[in-house]
């Protein structure tokens, strides 16, 4: 009782030992990161100025062929190779990896086994083995194999062209990466969204179509953009069996007037802005995919006014 | 008609047996309230009547129809998917959980299933939805999204999402459990008025005070079987089983 009645009368010591502060907080002066800066920046101009001065290195040719039409004409090839190989590997992903998740165990089979060997063969080798499917097929067709009977056959090199084999091998091993990047996206959706969906007497592709995957893309998009991106560089192995894309134009050229590092720094200048263009829509999709996704609450949620009225999306 | 007949139906997951022979009706615009401890088989129940979830043995039927399955050769076969989607259209199911779609803002949230079954046109779908926030308190929430609203306000959005679906039948799960105690009582509220405009209900619940005075038949569940079955007001004050007094003790 006495001490809480003591305490309760008598007030804290007085403010003799209190400490002399001052209010203004010092600016942090990161020393130290200007140090670093001032060491990258040498290290960066000595580069730039050890290329620029090389006299192996002749940049009016890296200028001159930057614009030039075969160059262009494979860049124009490579973006269109990335693109197709992209949107039949999505496609083919999107199968297996609905196969990977499948309750039918011959699906999830099939599923695995694809994912398994196409991620697991080199993509060089892949595209080597499709560029060169004719050494061992020399005919493809359509029929029943060890009958004889054929529906259509034809050559394989004149239905596999070098360009055909580069998207057939590339959206194959693409593909297996999507395939594991959009199981991973179906299996983010809270179980609760597939409870709803049926309650609601919705039909399994309704359920994915409008429920499940709108929500898997927001996971889906930025490791399926890091994939695009590495497709984008990938296509330049596409080289090996002629595939025309820009590496492939630019070996070309450096075939017959040796210029090999210029037109290497050529195909490099474009294979950056390229990238770069890719992430800039990278990070706008992301955008738009997160939109209104702002953090689930559930129980945590009050009748506080600290809801966000206005934060209305249109 | 809306009567539910579940008849001997026993459900398994693996070795666990979670209902051993139930045996229920609801008459039309019936509200029951379906009690037991945890485990005992009621949201399997459920989901069991709504054909969310296959019984082992044993059928239900939801006016009349059997659900999710039907007779040929003497035997049981599973609907095909659209035929039992069809089914479900006509049972609304509200979960402990809300489960809106968070990617669609609450006027997309109820339009998406009729839109799904074409029950009807954009305009007059759009008109509905209206009206239904407007019941059941949210007439000026249609543009938020969900993570913009509180639980209790979630939970009416999906009370009226289902209804969307002009219910015969509707299911609660639990709907108050993951609330705040202070926002259980606007959700109670809205199936307490839905009860009195004659829907049939089966409502999964632990508010003791709502079953009591909304319920026409408590039911009372436990380890996989219905132990007690009776009008409310004899549950509360004179359970006949051992087992429905001690629930009740702990409670
Ligand atoms: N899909 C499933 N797979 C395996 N086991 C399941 C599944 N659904 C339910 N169970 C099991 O069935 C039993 C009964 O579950 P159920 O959810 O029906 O109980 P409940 O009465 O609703 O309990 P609660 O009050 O905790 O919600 C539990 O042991 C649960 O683990
Ligand atoms: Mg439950």
Known sequence: MHPS??????????ATSRLEVPDVVAVKRHYGRWVTVAILVAIGLGAVKSLAENPQLEWDVVAQYLLDGLILEGLGQTVILALISMIAATAIGLIFGFFRLSSNPVLRTVGSLYVW??????????????????LFAPRLGLGIPGTGWNLVSAPTNSVLSPFAASIVALALANGAYLAEIIRSGLLSVDEGQHLASSALGLTWWQAQRKVILPQALRVMVPPAGNQFITLLKETSLVSVIAGGDILSKAENISGYNLRTIELLIVAAVWYLLVTSAATLGQTFIERRTSRGHTQQRRKTASAEPTMKEKEVTP | MSSVDVVNVHKSFGDNEVLTGIDMQVGQGEVVCLLGPSGSGKSTLLRCINGLVMPDKGHVAVGGNLIGRK????????????????QRERMGMV????????HLDVRDNLMLGPRAHRLAGKAELEEKA?????????GNRADAYPSQLSGGQQQ?????RALMMEPELMLFDEPTSALDPELVGEVLDTMRSLAEEGMTM????????????VADR?????????????????????????????FLRLV
């Not at chain 1, 009645?5 to 007085?14: D, I, M, T």
């Not at chain 2, 209206?130 to 949210?138: A, E, I, S, T, Y």
């Not at chain 2, 009416?156 to 009226?160: E, F, L, N, S, T």
């Open chain 2, 202 to 213: 089966i409502v999964v619940t632990h508010e003791m005070t709502f079953a009591r005075g």
């Open chain 2, 95 to 102: 979960f402990q959980q809300f489960n809106l779609f968070p």
């Open chain 2, 71 to 86: 007779v040929r050769d003497g035997k049981l076969h599973d609907l095909r998917g659209r035929e039992a989607s069809v």
């Open chain 1, 117 to 134: 060997v196409f991620r697991s063969v080199p993509a060089l080798i892949q595209i080597l083995f499709w560029g060169n499917l004719a």
């Open chain 2, 156 to 160: 009416r959005v999906a009370i009226a």
């Open chain 2, 130 to 138: 209206r009206q239904l926030l407007n019941k059941v308190g949210l």
């Open chain 1, 5 to 14: 009645v003591n305490s309760a009368q008598n007030p804290l010591p007085a």
């Open chain 2, 218 to 246: 408590v039911v009372f569940m436990a380890d996989g079987r219905i132990v007690e079955d009776t009008r409310p007001e004899i549950f509360f004050d004179n359970p006949e089983t051992e087992r429905a007094r001690s």
